[in-house]
C-alpha cells in the first residue's frame, strides 16, 4: 500500500481513534518526513567539508531533540485527554442500572469464560510463534531510544518552562505584533534548506512577476549566477574562518553550492535575488525593523518573515500574506 492510500485509510477511520491513537500516527508520519529531512541535509553537505558536516550534525540532533520534545509534549496532553474521557466512561457505566433478572448474571459469566478461553488459546499460540527477527529487534531497538530521546526532552521542556518564556515564544510574540500592524500573517514555508528560495517563489506567484521563476531550484541556479557575476558587489560580505576574503576558487564553490544543494540562503542570497529579479523584498523580524532590499526597483514587493529561533535547525524565512488570506497561519494572524 503507497503512502497516499496509508492517509486515505486513515483519513477513513478517524473518526475511530482515540485521541492518542491519533497523535501517535501524526507522530509517525511527522518522524518519517523529518528522516527524510535529515537525509537531505547530509546529502547537501559537500564531500571533504567537515566543518559544513560538523554543523549540519549539531543541526539534525537539534531537529530531533526539538521533535522528541514537542512529542513527548504531545503525547503527554493526549494520554491526560484520553484518561479523563475513560474516568467520565466509567462513571456513566457505574451509574446505570444492572441488567434485570440472572439472564444478565449468566450472560457476563458467559462472556467471562469465553474471553478466558480465548486468552488461553492466545497465550498457546503465542508459544509456538518465532523469536523476534534481527528486524524486529532493530525496530524494538529504535523505538526504545526515539522513547528514551522523547523522556529526557520532556525534562528539558519541563526545566525551560520553569526558566520562563524561551526565545523562541519570545520571538514568535514580537514577530505577531509587527506583521499585526501591517495586516499580515505568515504563511509556513517547510524547513528543509530551500526555505528562502521557497518563500520568495510563493511571494513571486502571489504578485505575478512577470517572466519570474517560481520554482526554488531555478531561484537557486539565478542566484548563483548573479554572485558569480557581480563579484565585486559580494566579495566583501564573504569571508573563511580566518576571516579572509573568498578567493575565486572559493566563490565558484560556494556559489555550485547554492546552485545544487540544499545549502541554507541568507542575507546575501536574499540581496542577489532581489537584484537577480529585479524586485524588492521587504523582511519582517522580530525586534527589529523591516529590512528593504532593492528600493529602487518598481513594483509590489515581496514579503518575507525571518525566524532566528523557530526550528531547531537554526534560521529560517517563511511567506507573508495578508491576515485575511486563507493560507494565513492561524497562529500568526
Not at 526545566?159 to 505568515?186: C, F, H, M, W
Request: hydrophobic share 35%; proline share 4%; net charge negative.
Amino acid at each position: 500500500m503507497s503512502d497516499h492510500d496509508d492517509e486515505a485509510a486513515s483519513g477513513s477511520d478517524s473518526e475511530l481513534q482515540s485521541p492518542l491513537e491519533e497523535v501517535r500516527a501524526k507522530h509517525r508520519k511527522e518522524i518519517k518526513a523529518m528522516q527524510s529531512q535529515v537525509q537531505a541535509l547530509k546529502k547537501s553537505v559537500p564531500k571533504g567539508d567537515n566543518k559544513r558536516k560538523k554543523d549540519v550534525q549539531k543541526q539534525i540532533e537539534e531537529l530531533e531533540a526539538e521533535t522528541a520534545q514537542r512529542h513527548a509534549t504531545e503525547l503527554k496532553a493526549a494520554e491526560a485527554e484520553e484518561a479523563k474521557a475513560a474516568a467520565a466512561a466509567a462513571a456513566a457505566t457505574a451509574n446505570k442500572p444492572n441488567g434485570a433478572g440472572s439472564g444478565g448474571s449468566e450472560l457476563a459469566a458467559a462472556t467471562s469464560e469465553e474471553a478466558e478461553a480465548h486468552d488461553a488459546a492466545d497465550d498457546s499460540s503465542s508459544n509456538k510463534t518465532s523469536k523476534p527477527t534481527r528486524a524486529q529487534k532493530r525496530r524494538d531497538n529504535k523505538a526504545t531510544a526515539h522513547s528514551e530521546r522523547m523522556q529526557r526532552a520532556e525534562a528539558e521542556y519541563q526545566a525551560t518552562a520553569a526558566r520562563g518564556p524561551s526565545a523562541r515564544d519570545v520571538e514568535a510574540n514580537q514577530l505577531k505584533q509587527a506583521l499585526q500592524k501591517a495586516d499580515l500573517a505568515i504563511k509556513t514555508i517547510t524547513s528543509d534548506g530551500h526555505c528562502l528560495y521557497n518563500a520568495v517563489a510563493d511571494q513571486l506567484r502571489r504578485n505575478a512577476v512577470a517572466r519570474a521563476p517560481t520554482d526554488f531550484a531555478a531561484l537557486r541556479k539565478l542566484t548563483a549566477s548573479f554572485i558569480l557575476a557581480h563579484q565585486d558587489d559580494f566579495l566583501p560580505f564573504l569571508v573563511t574562518d580566518s576571516g579572509d576574503m573568498y578567493t575565486e576558487t572559493e566563490l565558484k564553490k560556494y556559489c555550485n553550492e547554492i546552485a545544487s544543494t540544499a545549502a541554507w540562503g541568507g542575507q546575501i542570497e536574499a540581496q542577489a535575488l532581489s537584484a537577480g529579479l529585479q524586485v524588492p523584498i521587504h523582511i519582517y523580524q522580530a525586534g527589529s525593523p523591516v529590512v528593504t532590499l532593492g528600493a529602487d526597483f518598481p513594483g509590489e514587493p515581496l514579503r518575507l518573515s525571518y525566524h532566528r529561533h523557530l526550528y531547531g535547525l537554526g534560521e529560517h524565512y517563511n511567506s507573508l500574506v495578508p491576515s485575511s488570506s486563507p493560507d494565513a497561519d492561524a497562529s500568526s494572524s
